[in-house]
């Protein structure tokens, strides 16, 4: 089973180094897409206008896989 790994951007660099075991990539971009949604529940309250917050999903060789991107902006 193919192993993925999430790693946050967010002013700081949270670096998955374990990884999570799953059976393809759609599994993996939903656990992405929940694993970002507790990370932005928990600690989104710290976002302000003009931030931007980043997911990015890689392999076992670290290749970017896809990335789920956030950014907190005003309509101009």
């Keep these: ?3 993925y790994f999430f790693n946050v951007q967010d002013g700081t660099n949270l670096q998955d180094d374990e990884g999570t075991d799953l059976p ?12 970002a949604g ?9 976002l302000g206008f003009g931030d931007s917050w ?7 060789a670290r290749r970017v896989l896809f ?7 005003q309509p101009t």
């Design 1 to 3: 089973m193919p192993r």
């Design 24 to 35: 393809d990539l759609d599994t993996a971009r939903c656990m992405a897409i929940r694993y």
């Design 38 to 46: 507790a990370l932005l529940e928990e600690c989104g309250h710290r």
């Design 54 to 60: 980043h997911l990015e999903a890689t392999d076992e």
């Design 67 to 73: 990335h789920l991107d956030f950014r907190v902006s």
